[in-house]
């Protein structure tokens, strides 16, 4: 055989030895990819995303796009080929796997975190909405979850509203552990709480619940990487009953990104005209309570996903901004926001016309 056939039949055994080592050799990452948008002022799956009964609405048009990251699942097992494949592409990010599913979380573990920040995201959208347009919100603390083998399991439970802790009054979540922390572990804090149900029935009966109960807790030592402190094992969170009904139908989506662009869908829907003139306008970001929008991940796939929508604008939060601008999709406008007001007041210049006007983001800000 020539010295020439022999050289090029053993580089070509040794490519095909490389790419099928690629593809048996799995690596420790995951892939991030631009997931759907969806319309929060249209239709999904044949219902509208946005459903308000009890309380004039109005006709409104253009987009308001909510914007989702596809990621691969918790055991997904991706080989050296697709990792590169997945590095060289513009439109796909490859994270270390523990990023996405910290601690061996599973599956089904992170699917249920997500439904839970998705939900508590739409009980935020719902309030920012309903405060920017001066509708009064009822709102209270609650044990949002209870942690198994903790002081608190089998004594408190989700649902119950915490009233008072040690006698002090308990006006926002923040306020439990504060007053929690106060203590050594090992020492007893009484809680003044509702009962889950009494609460319930008193929601249904449209009445305030006034029936209470002490619960005293053994304080314990935080287990967790920072300073010790006494806990009780619960997170605390915020509950409210709303004036009229507002239902969002979004099956197959987590997480918390798409609170502001629910509040904005549910403001244009209870106010007369439209708040883009038309256009199609995307966004991310957390909301709080009083309207302040927060950080995401993924926020260049996001953008990427927009835009190959259609979408013009999209209203980025502040903080993801800089991230943003280092590679904008051609044809779309950054905005950068940080707060439901600062949201509104954009879109007002969208409608305008008047893009000048518009905080745009930069990779200084």
Not at 95 to 112: A, F, I, M, N, R
Not at 191 to 200: I, L, N
Request: with cysteine; charged share 20%; net charge neutral.
């Amino acid at each position: 055989m020539p010295r020439r056939t022999a050289t090029m039949l053993a580089s070509t055994l040794m490519l095909i030895a490389l790419l099928c080592a690629g593809v048996l050799i799995t690596v420790p990452y995951s892939e991030m990819s631009p997931g759907p948008t969806v319309n929060t002022l249209g239709d999904h799956g044949g219902e509208p995303v946005l459903q308000i009964s009890g309380h004039k609405t109005y006709a409104t048009s253009g987009h308001l796009n909510m914007t989702t990251v596809r990621v691969t699942s918790a055991d997904y097992k991706m080989n050296l080929v697709e990792a590169v494949y997945g590095w060289l592409s513009h439109d796909n990010k490859v994270v270390p796997h523990d990023t996405l599913y910290p601690d061996g979380k599973t599956e089904q573990q992170s699917t249920q975190e997500n439904a839970e920040e998705f939900s508590e995201s739409q009980e935020s959208a719902k309030v920012a909405a309903l405060k920017e347009l001066g509708v009064p919100v009822k709102s209270w603390v609650i044990v949002s979850t209870v942690l198994k083998g903790s002081p608190s399991e089998g004594k408190l439970h989700a649902g119950d509203v915490i009233k008072a802790v040690d006698g002090t009054a308990v006006k926002q979540p923040t306020d439990v552990a504060t007053l929690v922390t106060k203590h050594k572990p090992g020492e007893d804090v009484v809680f003044t709480v509702v009962p889950a149900k009494e609460q319930a029935a008193a929601v249904k009966a449209n009445k305030t619940a006034t029936k209470t109960e002490k619960v005293t807790l053994k304080t314990t030592a935080s287990s967790d990487s920072g300073e010790k402190r006494a806990i009780v094992g619960i997170s605390a969170g915020t509950d409210h009953t709303f004036p009229f009904e507002i239902d969002i139908k979004l099956a197959d989506v987590g997480g918390p990104s798409a609170g502001l662009m629910f509040a904005l869908g549910i403001y244009d829907k209870l106010t007369p005209g439209n708040l883009t003139g038309g256009k199609f306008v995307a966004g991310t970001g957390t909301i709080t309570d009083d309207g302040t929008v927060g950080p995401i991940g993924g926020i260049s796939l996001k953008t990427i996903g927009a835009r190959d929508k259609g979408a013009q604008y999209f209203l980025t939060p502040a903080d993801n901004c800089a991230e943003a601008a280092k590679d904008t999709p051609s044809g779309l406008t950054l905005v950068k926001v940080k707060t439901i007001d600062d949201a509104l007041g954009a879109l007002k210049d969208i409608r305008a016309g008047d893009t000048g006007a518009l905080p745009k983001c930069s990779t200084k800000s």
